[in-house]
């Protein structure tokens, strides 16, 4: 029972053009989620968060937004560069809970020079 | 400038042998967390500690031990291995997640265990 879902497992674009990932959840009480970015042989490194209370962050070419009644969250990058390849999870977190950062499977994403 | 170092990067066991994966962490973070990464997986949590002395079951805890018997270091034990332990392990630090502060979890480079 996956409680975060990343359907898309590639996405490509060229370089200059906007990059959406998406990714969705099941559990309504998720209350902060997160974005990582992870290159190959390396570990997981954050990237942008929101908090359920906004709809919106936004930090330089990245920005997340939050439909909380869809349940459903999304990165944008602009302009994508090809140094933006990589996997990218998205990740749910319970504040207050058991601590547990959920993470979906991850979208791998080329971007063309 | 260290933040989350795993030992070792790279290990090959063969079934029925015992292990243990060190993680270590100088940000004085309360939190650490070992996840396993398969294809097509993405990241599923082993065992996590929110405090020195304390351990947690995650996602998926079967065959694994942990011990955080210092807040700067997360041990995660593999009694007998088993080829479906084939994996790559990270293990992650924070102080804590979400609300105003803003935290995030910092992971290290991963371990690539082979169980043949």
């Known amino acids: 029972d996956q409680q975060v879902k990343q359907n898309s497992p590639s996405l490509s674009v060229q370089e200059g053009r906007i990059s959406i990932l998406n990714c969705d959840y099941t559990n309504s009480m998720f209350d902060y989620f997160l974005w990582y970015k992870k290159y190959p042989a390396e570990g997981p490194t954050f990237l942008i968060s929101?908090?359920?209370?906004?709809d919106k962050n936004e930090d330089g070419r990245f920005t997340v937004f939050l439909n909380k009644s869809a349940k459903h969250l999304s990165l944008h990058i602009v302009p994508s560069q090809p140094g933006d390849s990589a996997v990218y999870f998205c990740?749910?977190?319970?504040?207050?809970?058991?601590?547990?950062?959920?993470f979906g499977k991850g979208t791998k994403l080329t971007v063309n020079p | 400038n260290a933040g989350v170092t795993q030992t070792p990067k790279f290990r090959v066991l063969k079934t029925g042998q015992s292990m243990t994966l060190l993680c270590a962490q100088d940000?004085?973070?309360?939190?650490m967390y070992w996840y396993r990464q398969d294809p097509g997986m993405g990241l599923r949590l082993i065992h996590y500690?929110?405090?020195?002395?304390?351990?947690a079951k995650g996602e998926v805890p079967d065959g694994y031990n942990v011990s955080r018997l210092k807040k700067q270091n997360f041990l995660l034990g593999l009694e007998s291995a088993a080829p479906s332990q084939t994996s790559v392990y990270f293990c992650?630090?924070?102080?804590?997640?979400?609300?105003?502060?803003?935290?995030?979890?910092?992971f290290g480079q991963g371990t690539r265990l082979t169980v043949v």
């Open positions: 929101i908090s359920s209370i906004k």
């Open positions: 990740a749910a977190l319970l504040q207050g809970g058991s601590e547990k950062l959920v």
């Open positions: 500690s929110v405090g020195e002395g304390t351990t």
């Open positions: 992650a630090s924070s102080r804590n997640l979400g609300g105003d502060l803003n935290t995030e979890a910092f």
């Open positions: 940000m004085n973070h309360e939190y």
